[in-house]
């Protein structure tokens, strides 16, 4: 190959286009620059250079089908607010990952869009064991770090000052703010059958509690791992005298599960609640979901439209391309997880709202964000928070919304019970305000 | 007390159909071990393409012996792709084929998240019915998976004893050098061992998926215990194979009932443990020498 060697005037070539480049990308964006150099193209940068969110997605793994609507549900926001003029006048970039549905990918993500890709703030997470396994490596490198996950990981105050849920509410407020309807409607013995990981321990732990403040009784505990694909062998733990049951499950078994808690019950139906974590992304009309008919199930954001729904529910059920029924405008078999990926959007008009109120220019700046969100106390409803108002608590970095309950009726979701903001919420176990930045 | 009873034959009927799914899942990991020496870490992936074919076809056609035919033969396809184009280029050579297949159990995984997509789908059980114990009710169509699953069993010992392909593939296993000189085409029983692996591990995905759903990931769980399976019964011992199958779909069912699930797996694995300890061959392995 000594016929092709690269002469001397070719080298300069090469050099003078790198050149150019570089000085180009100070006007076209950063295109993989250096933390110094990164400061120095912001301090003097136009109003054009794009403010990079990093996207924590489930693309892969039980996830996935999170993962997919999270995606479209962020996609959809991102043009919204582009549309508006983008964040503090500049235009909003994602820059997503996957991370497998795993804690220790989860931790890689974090620092490959924290390191490599250099972004201003990461988002999106779902999975609690992820989460937990992510958030604090985010807390180690200082970048705001806000889930979308529904876990009380965050609210608990084992995280850190850098992670915050605004978009969601946590399982623990979730539970309490059920548990007076389920034991006053479907009964006082209750066994409880929950995925045996830490997003299940919320429930047991913060149910049990609630449920027997009103009187209830936990009749059996139930926890089933995440590799389960059978569950016939369980329900022998579930005691006869059981008045409901209180399912929570994710993952593909679901269908299994539900199929198989009706040939084994059969016409001796206990009463059924179910949450839609495990039929998110589930069309109810399945072959093998017919048990379910009459039972309830908790919605945070209910999936079928209602008559009534405001102008901004019905904006923003366009915007993320979703049809009255729940599932895609593209197609009707593609059902979202209308009860979680509402959170995407919300948290994202959050960081909006806190880059705008705190001046944010550059990570330097991340005092200022994070302070910003800490005083945030509620959100009005409207298109930036189409699930409805909230209450924000700056101290748990935990935000409060209304619940649903709504019956299996005829293949579909009816909201049958509407909870209030204040009956979820609890005394605060922590203060992250205190933890230095 | 009359729920024991009931227990006892919920945990019974829980093993017969794993044990039935198990066998067959496991008894082509096994037989492309015995005739081709090769760990295949992309077996379950076949078992998956199984149940996913099988949404396929049952929903284009709505037939679900539509389903159950041209399943085996989707997976066995794959298989021969599989084996013309990465095994028999690497010269079967054991740690080679290792490191392949796991890149072909990813690959395949990949693809279908990529072509099929992250959702679990359901198929429709051919036959729907429950069979009411006084204690609690049953699914019909599991005991139909048990007893098609012994048909299946019961062809395959048919073809590996009774036909010449089956005297041929019982040949390379036995001596494959020796086998070629008598003339035995021993590249073409390979290829044949290796899809006819597939057919059986798509054979069991198609029977489970009216049970299970079609998930891209189901094959990681059926992999896990066709090697446990394998490796009490002896890797590459075929009547090994189904009586550990059974042997650890009954312990699964007894223990999950009786006691806990998390214990009957934990069980299973000391179990494995323990021939791995005492008993390196597996309950029925051939003596190595």
Do not use: C
């Amino acid at each position: 190959m000594s016929g092709r060697r690269i002469t001397r005037r070719q080298a300069f070539k090469a050099a003078g286009v790198l050149v150019g480049a570089s000085a180009a990308s100070r006007f076209i964006g950063p295109l993989s620059i250096d933390s110094a150099l990164r400061s120095a193209v912001y301090a003097g940068a136009p109003s054009g250079t794009p403010l990079r969110i990093g996207f924590q997605v489930h693309r892969t793994g039980i996830g996935a089908t999170y993962g997919k609507w999270y995606e479209r549900t962020g996609a959809a926001a991102v043009a919204e607010i582009n549309g508006m003029g983008g964040i503090g006048g500049r235009p909003v970039e994602l820059v997503a990952e996957d991370d497998g549905t795993d804690p220790k990918r989860g931790v890689e993500v974090v620092e490959k869009l924290a390191q490599q890709h250099k972004v201003d703030f990461i988002f999106g997470t779902l999975f609690s064991h992820v989460v937990i396994a992510a958030a604090p490596r985010a807390g180690e490198l200082k970048i705001p770090y806000l889930v979308v996950s529904e876990g009380y990981h965050v609210a608990s105050g084992k995280m850190n000052r850098y992670t915050f849920q605004p978009g969601i509410t946590d399982v623990r407020a979730q539970v309490t703010a059920l548990a007076p309807w389920i034991v006053k409607n479907l009964g006082k013995k209750i066994t409880m059958v929950y995925p045996d990981y830490a997003f299940g321990y919320d429930h047991r732990d913060f149910f049990s509690k609630a449920a027997e403040k009103q009187g209830g009784k936990i009749a059996a505990l139930v926890p089933i791992s995440l590799a389960e694909s059978s569950f016939t062998k369980f329900f022998p733990k579930i005691p006869k005298d059981t008045d409901a049951i209180y399912h929570v499950m994710v993952g593909p078994g679901v269908l299994t599960f539900v199929k198989e808690l009706g040939e084994f019950f059969g016409k001796r139906k206990p009463k059924l609640f179910g949450f839609i974590d495990s039929l998110e992304g589930v069309d109810f009309g399945t072959p093998g979901l017919e048990y379910l008919e009459g039972s309830y199930i908790w919605e945070a954001f209910p999936r079928y439209a209602t008559g009534d729904d405001t102008q901004a529910k019905k904006t923003y059920r366009q915007k993320v391309g979703v049809d009255a029924n729940g599932a895609s405008t593209q197609d009707a078999k593609d059902v979202s997880t209308y009860s979680h990926m509402f959170g995407v959007w919300e948290t994202l008009f959050v960081i909006k709202d806190a880059v705008e109120k705190s001046g944010y220019k550059s990570p330097s700046d991340y005092k200022g964000f994070i302070e910003a969100i800490e005083r945030m106390e509620a959100f009005s409803a409207g298109l930036a928070h189409p699930q409805g108002p909230k209450r924000f608590n700056g101290k748990l970095h935990q935000v409060y919304a209304q619940q649903f309950v709504s019956q299996v009726s005829g293949k579909k979701l009816k909201v049958v019970y509407k909870t209030k903001i204040e009956d979820g919420m609890y005394a605060p176990e922590a203060d992250y305000t205190k933890q230095p930045l | 007390m009359s729920l024991d009873l009931g227990q006892l034959v919920l945990a019974l009927l829980e093993g017969l159909t794993s044990g039935s799914i198990i066998a067959l899942t496991a008894l082509g990991l096994s037989l492309v071990f015995g005739v081709m020496r090769i760990v295949n870490v992309a077996h379950g992936e076949f078992y998956m393409i199984g149940a996913v074919t099988a949404w396929y076809v049952s929903t284009a056609t709505g037939s679900f012996p539509a389903a159950l035919l041209v399943a085996p033969l989707v997976a066995g396809g794959v298989a021969l792709a599989a084996e013309r184009l990465v095994l028999r280029p690497l010269e079967y050579k054991p740690e080679a084929t290792i490191v392949a297949t796991i890149g072909m159990l990813y690959i395949i995984q990949q693809a279908v998240l990529s072509i099929y997509g992250p959702e679990a789908r359901a198929v429709v059980a051919p036959v729907a019915f429950t069979i009411e114990f006084p204690w609690f009710g049953y699914s019909g169509y599991k005991l139909v998976v048990a007893g098609l699953a012994a048909l299946l069993l019961l062809a395959t010992w048919l073809l590996i004893t009774k036909t010449t392909l089956g005297l041929y593939m019982r040949a390379t296993q036995q001596d494959r050098e020796i086998a070629q000189t008598f003339g035995v085409p021993v590249h073409r029983i390979y290829a044949a061992s290796f899809a006819l692996g597939a057919v059986l591990a798509a054979g069991a995905g198609v029977l489970i998926v009216p049970v299970q759903q079609a998930h891209y990931l189901m094959g990681l769980d059926a992999l896990l215990l066709s090697f446990m399976v394998v490796i009490v019964g002896g890797l590459g011992s075929l009547k090994g194979t189904v009586v550990a199958a059974f042997l650890i779909g009954l312990i699964d069912g007894l223990v999950s009932v009786l006691f806990s699930p998390p214990l009957a797996r934990i069980v299973a694995s000391l179990l494995v443990a323990l021939v791995l300890v005492f008993r390196t061959r597996g309950l029925f392995g051939e003596q190595t020498a």
